[in-house]
């Protein structure tokens, strides 16, 4: 039976687009499950043309985070997951999410980390002057941004760079790691590209 990948996003979903086009073609022996988001958003467009499943699950509908939380992993379970990919969703995932889907739940960051975490990772890199960042795929853990890292890919900014110019170079890159990032995951193939640290880690606590 086909893998299933449940996408949550809040953005454009490029991301999203790279991983339902590689479901589709022959690069991933997956299937796009779900796409869910905190809000209306393009990448839900985008997906619901292509005749993906997708649903809101907006915080503002539920009285606290952590029932929101909880209709959001109510609602990923549903669809049952063999991985849930956090590609530019904007929000902050609490424990109950986050352990409904142990060793399940990943994550792409766009720069070097454990540099720049957050919501202005891009932004953050140009100010500091930094020569190289790039992307990162990881765990999800109870930190944000945080978590076994399982591929990092850098970028190199250059003069003249905008954040605009700087995270589309970036995620140019991010959509072929992300599409490696799944396989990896859904072949248990965590030793592959540099996931050492992090294969190791998942293995202990299988
Ligand atoms: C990506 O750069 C990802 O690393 C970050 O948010 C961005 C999402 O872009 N978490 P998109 O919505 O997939 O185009």
């Known amino acids: 039976m086909a893998r299933r990948i449940v996408v949550l996003i809040s953005g454009t979903g490029s991301g999203m ?3 339902a086009d590689a479901c589709s073609g022959d690069r991933l022996d997956a299937v796009v499950a779900g796409v869910l988001a905190d809000r209306s958003c393009a ?3 985008l997906a619901a043309g292509r005749g993906l499943r997708t649903r809101i ?3 503002a509908d539920y ?3 952590s029932e929101w939380n909880r209709a959001l992993a109510g609602e990923v379970g549903a669809l049952e997951p063999d991985l849930v990919l956090l590609a530019g969703f904007m929000r902050v995932l609490g424990p109950v999410f ?3 889907f142990p060793r399940r739940l990943i994550n792409i960051h766009p720069s070097l980390l454990p540099a720049f975490p957050g919501a202005h990772a891009v932004k953050e890199a140009l100010e500091a002057g930094v ?3 790039g992307t990162t795929v990881h765990l999800v853990d109870h930190e944000v941004d945080h978590g076994p890292i399982l591929l990092q890919e850098p970028v190199r900014t250059q003069p003249g ?3 605009t110019t700087l995270h589309a170079r970036i995620k140019e890159v991010e959509h072929v790691v992300l599409v490696e990032a799944c396989r ?3 072949s248990g193939d965590l030793d592959a590209g540099g996931a050492g640290a992090a294969g190791s880690r998942l293995h202990q606590d299988a």
Do not use: Q
Request: charged share 30%; net charge negative; hydrophobic share 40%.
């Open 131 to 133: 020569k190289v960042t």
């Open 63 to 65: 009285p606290s985070r």
């Open 161 to 163: 760079d905008t954040e």
């Open 57 to 59: 699950v907006d915080p």
């Open 184 to 186: 990896m995951m859904l």
């Open 43 to 45: 990448g839900l467009e």
């Open 17 to 19: 687009t790279a991983i």
């Open 98 to 100: 986050v352990d409904a």
